[in-house]
């Protein structure tokens, strides 16, 4: 067995779990940067279940609908 202790995820302090998913985050993050990719999300301004925010690095932020046939999409409104 190795060195560092196997413990179910609901024996892990609070604390520990939040520093460890912002440690990850912040890596995805930055190879989303290094890559251009745009970090996807909803908010409330994404009204079906088709619409997306994309945020760029270069800050460009767009609201998109995507179709759930091919998989392209459509800007609906630039945001910034």
Same mark, same amino acid.
């Given at each position: ?5 196997? %413990?179910?995820?609901?024996? #892990? ?5 939040? &520093? ?7 890596? +995805? ?12 999300? %909803?908010?409330?301004?994404? #009204?079906?279940?088709?619409?997306f925010? &994309? ?7 767009? +609201? ?9 999409e459509?800007?609906? %409104?630039?945001?910034?």
């Open positions: 067995m190795s060195k560092r202790e196997s %413990r179910l995820i609901f024996e #892990v302090p609070k604390s520990e779990k939040e &520093h460890r998913f912002h440690t990850v985050l912040e890596q +995805l993050k930055q190879l989303k940067v290094k890559l251009n990719q745009p970090f996807v999300y %909803r908010n409330e301004l994404c #009204v079906e279940r088709n619409q925010i &994309h945020q760029y690095p270069n800050g460009d932020i767009f +609201l998109i609908e995507q179709d759930q046939q091919d998989s392209s459509k800007v609906l %409104r630039v945001l910034s």
